[in-house]
């Protein structure tokens, strides 16, 4: 089963950058959709940006035009570039496969956003 580690999290300032990065402990070739979550204090995970396997994509409103999800099929990678970050953006962001419940979730990478 394949396990996925993010990192690239950390303390930026608002309006600042971060990318993101996950990597796949096997082949993602064959997950049709990888996507960037975030769970924020006391709210639900939630899906904010997502990549077919062919590279068609699609981002939350909330961050839609600020961030950008590429995935490499031979390295295994996903990556969220996320740009003009807000204080609002703080949370904790994991990579994952959409729409499959039983692949474990990785610990994720912590973003925090000073304002």
């Known amino acids: 089963q394949v396990q996925l580690v993010e990192s690239g999290g950390g303390l930026v300032q608002a309006g600042g950058s971060l990318t993101l990065s996950c990597a796949a402990s096997?082949?993602?070739?064959?997950?049709?959709?990888m996507g960037w979550y975030r769970q924020a204090p006391g709210k639900e995970r939630e899906l904010v940006a997502a990549i077919t396997r062919g590279g068609t994509t699609n981002y939350a409103d909330s961050m839609r035009g600020r961030v950008t999800i590429s995935r490499n099929n031979v390295k295994n990678t996903v990556h969220l570039q996320m740009n003009s970050l807000k204080p609002e953006d703080t949370a904790v962001y994991y990579c994952?496969?959409?729409?499959?419940?039983?692949?474990?979730w990785g610990q994720g990478t912590q973003v925090f956003v000073s304002s």
């Open positions: 096997g082949s993602i070739f064959s997950i049709n959709t």
């Open positions: 994952h496969a959409v729409g499959a419940p039983g692949l474990p």
